[in-house]
């Protein structure tokens, strides 16, 4: 497998509950090592562009409102497989049907507050990325 990177975010719920190193512990313990992280929260402008794919689904408002009410936490990970091994140990949308020992099985709140974002293919993990981080602030 293809040493890779991809883009992870903690979401507001995760922030809110002080899980930011319980959340780091499980994706270390996958295998992934964090290679770029920072703390910020995102305006509304910064949330409609990251989730634009969504705009025409029915939660694109409430996804805005909720990726914006409080701290998030980007990071780049980096690891064998890492965008697909990042959302094996994410876990299902909904956290009732993520497996056991997932991220979001052990910490989602519900479908939309549920704790990490993960990027779903390369292409859109460099995209994202390049959303969040230059070059230089990824240390592998
Ligand atoms: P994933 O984050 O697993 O890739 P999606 O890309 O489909 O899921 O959706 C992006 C985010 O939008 C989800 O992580 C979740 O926060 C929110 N979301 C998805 N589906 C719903 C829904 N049916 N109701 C409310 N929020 C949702
Ligand atoms: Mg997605």
Not at 54 to 74: C, E, I, K, N, Q
Not at 78 to 84: F, L, M
Not at 111 to 135: L, Q, T, W, Y
Request: charged fraction near 20%; avoid cysteine.
């Amino acid at each position: 497998m293809p040493t890779e990177r991809t883009l992870s975010i903690i979401k507001p719920d995760a922030t809110r509950r002080n899980l930011t190193g319980k959340v780091n512990a499980v994706l270390e313990a996958a295998g992934l090592r964090i290679v770029a992280q920072k703390r910020l929260h995102l305006t509304t402008a910064q949330a409609e562009a990251f989730y634009a794919v969504h705009a025409a689904r029915p939660f694109y408002r409430d996804l805005v409102t909720f990726m914006t009410s409080g701290p998030v936490v980007a990071q780049v990970l980096e690891g064998d497989n890492a965008v697909q091994r990042n959302r094996d140990v994410m876990g299902a949308t909904n956290p009732a049907q993520a497996a056991e020992g997932t991220i979001r099985k052990l910490f989602a709140e519900n479908i939309e507050a549920n704790s990490v974002h993960g990027s779903d293919s390369a292409e859109n993990a460099a995209a994202e990325i390049a959303f969040f981080f230059a070059g230089t602030d990824i240390v592998g």
